[in-house]
């Protein structure tokens, strides 16, 4: 079955301009120029963790399995080239099911003119497992990091926050063509995607920059479906928007004057922009703003993968 898998993908995956040599050699050859650089990201997607195979369709669970990948390439304000797809097939699996899954892949590729460039296909006793590895290029130096926020910078997200596991999670659309967007529309310092939560997400910024943040908290988008979970677990509904996670929208920070042209003049009008806080560089780690003035420290909280050897 693997030959005629891997011989239906190679024919039914058009030729891509930057990626010369694709399927059906040892490696891919992706094209460069000495003016660009290359951005890598990967991530794995596991069956009962990330999506439950016997309550969604195939198709979504491809989808996501490439959307979360191209958030983080958007994170990067880079623009996306090409996918390597590696599959962990239970044994028992149905072919089409396997055909419907590539599909979901494939046409969220061709939204983002990603060629699927390559990849691996294993079969097991365990649940099915996807891993995307996504490379996408950026001019020279220019790409957007976790670790480059400044003190005094304003701190925006795109988007609304929460209740992603109402179905968001699954249905996503990645913030690339935003993050191209405001990288040309601002100076921006430093840039993230929120996957495991915002206060988890910031305080990774803040520990990589080396610097804190104070949060405006009734300035954060929150959205609809973080109401409706707050509505069936008896939290607040800020508590969803700050931490549920799966949002994957943009995290970012740039000069407050540059914060305010941008928000005066957003360079797209159908993506919410916020202000919801701002670095601060006397002080470590995460704070809340009161409406007295005070700052109370705030503890991050998230979705973290845990084992226990």
Known sequence: MENTFLKHISRSTPHHRLVPLGIGDDAAILGHTD??????????LCDGVHFLSDEVTPELIGRKALAVNLSDIAAMTATPVAAFVSL??????????????MNGIRELADEFDVAIAGGDT??????????????????????KLRSTAEP??????????????????????????????????????????????????????????????????DQIPISPAARQRAIETGLPPIEHALSDGED??????????EARTLLANPPFTDVRLSHI???????????????????????PKGFEHEWHP
Not at 277 to 299: C, M, T
Request: proline content about 3%.
């Open 152 to 217: 005094g910078d304003w701190i925006l997200v795109t988007g609304e926050l929460g209740g992603s596991i109402l179905g968001r999670h699954l249905t996503f659309r990645p913030r690339v063509d935003e993050a191209l967007k405001l990288a040309v529309a601002a100076d921006i310092n430093a840039c993230m995607d929120i996957s495991d939560g915002l206060l988890l997400d910031l305080s990774r910024m803040m520990e990589a920059s080396n610097t804190g943040a104070v949060l405006d908290y």
């Open 88 to 101: 962990a097939l239970p044994r028992d699996l149905e072919h089409d099911y396997v055909y419907r899954l």
């Open 248 to 257: 994957f929208e943009l995290l970012f920070t740039l000069p407050a004057m």
């Open 277 to 299: 806080g701002k670095i601060i560089g006397e002080a470590s780690g995460l704070f809340r703003r009161v409406p007295d003035g005070n700052l109370l420290n705030v503890q």
């Open 122 to 143: 294993n079969s097991w006793d365990g649940k099915l497992a996807i891993n995307v590895c996504l490379s996408g290029i950026v001019a020279r130096r220019n790409a």
């Open 35 to 44: 003016n660009l650089d290359t951005v890598v990201t990967t991530d794995m």
